[in-house]
């Protein structure tokens, strides 16, 4: 059974850091990209950043470009999601999702129709 946990949300002031831990089981953590993504009522589901597995590439969406920085762990199957400089904006249920590794992945990574499995997510609360 495919399963991936986040962990890691939480309530901070602005200007501080979080880290979000995705942990994934039940696939070849190698085959597979993994992304973060965030959701605030009301809004759609933005794609966050992503990370190909199989080479390593690293993808961001604009808004955190220089605030956040996605890395793995593939001994512990974890994907992590540091974020520093946090906004009030960045408020949101952040969600790890695993796709398909592939060169398209630099253009469909941060959509959200390339992700097969998705987390529960994590409530990410930043206070102004």
């Known amino acids: 059974e495919v399963q991936l946990v986040e962990s890691g949300g939480g309530l901070v002031q602005a200007g501080g850091s979080l880290r979000l831990s995705c942990a994934a089981s039940g696939f070849t953590f190698d085959d597979y990209t993994i992304a ?5 009522p009301g809004k759609e589901r933005e794609g966050v950043s ?10 961001y969406a604009d808004s955190v470009k220089g605030r956040f920085t996605i890395s793995r762990d593939n001994a512990k199957n974890t994907v992590y999601l540091q974020m520093n400089s946090l906004k009030p904006e960045d408020t949101a249920v952040y969600y790890c999702a695993a796709g398909p590794n592939s060169l398209s992945t630099r253009i469909y990574g941060l959509r959200r129709w390339w992700y097969t ?7 990410v609360t930043v206070s102004s």
């Open 36 to 40: 973060w993504f965030r959701q605030d």
């Open 50 to 59: 992503c990370i190909n597995n199989g080479d390593g590439s690293t993808y």
């Open 117 to 123: 499995y998705w987390g529960q997510g994590t409530q």
